[in-house]
């Protein structure tokens, strides 16, 4: 575990600048108090992990976001990129967790595939082939053209949830 980072609060006052919501709303959404609340974003309490999960359920950012930027989680590059998302303050609420939910579909997409490519070595044959056929490239043009259903269904299914959340 790391150490608390000490900007968690102007990050998360950030945020609630960025969504334009009070910060009476936000402690009504997270369920915590509104002094509390004003505490940590003025740096003099730490939240706990369940109340850093409550803000980003309220704030529309990816829990894990929210633990690596207060020190909770180790950076490594799968966290950065929600927390670069989270803290972009061009984009907004609804776009950033469109792009979160995205790059999180894509991971776990991969990691399925990973896993089902050791799982069945001879399910690799097909990919194989087409690299024999095909010549260098081959293989991850097979498995490109294997994921594309699945990233377009999850890009369709993002936009379609922000194009609601924005009527």
């Not at 369940?50 to 309220?58: G, R, Y």
């Not at 989270?86 to 907004?92: E, K, N, Q």
Request: net charge positive; no cysteine; aromatic share 2%.
């Amino acid at each position: 575990m790391g150490v608390q980072s000490p900007d968690i609060g102007a990050f998360i006052k950030d945020l609630r600048e960025n969504a334009r919501i009070s910060l009476r709303q936000l402690a009504e959404q997270a369920n915590i108090s509104n002094p509390y609340l004003s505490q940590i974003e003025r740096g003099l309490r730490k939240p706990s992990a369940e109340v850093l999960a409550q803000l980003a359920a309220a704030l529309r950012v990816s829990t894990p976001a929210m633990y690596l930027k207060a020190g909770l989680l180790g950076s490594d590059d799968h966290q950065s990129v929600p927390t670069a998302i989270a803290a972009d303050p061009l984009l907004t609420v609804a776009q950033k967790q469109s792009l979160t939910q995205i790059y999180e579909t894509f991971v776990r997409e991969n990691a399925r595939a990973e896993s089902a490519a050791e799982a069945e070595p001879a399910a690799s044959a097909p990919a194989t082939a087409a690299a024999e056929r095909t010549g260098p490239g081959g293989a991850e043009q097979a498995a490109a053209k294997a994921t594309k259903p699945a990233v377009k269904k999850a890009v369709k299914k993002a936009v379609r949830k922000q194009a609601q959340e924005e009527q």
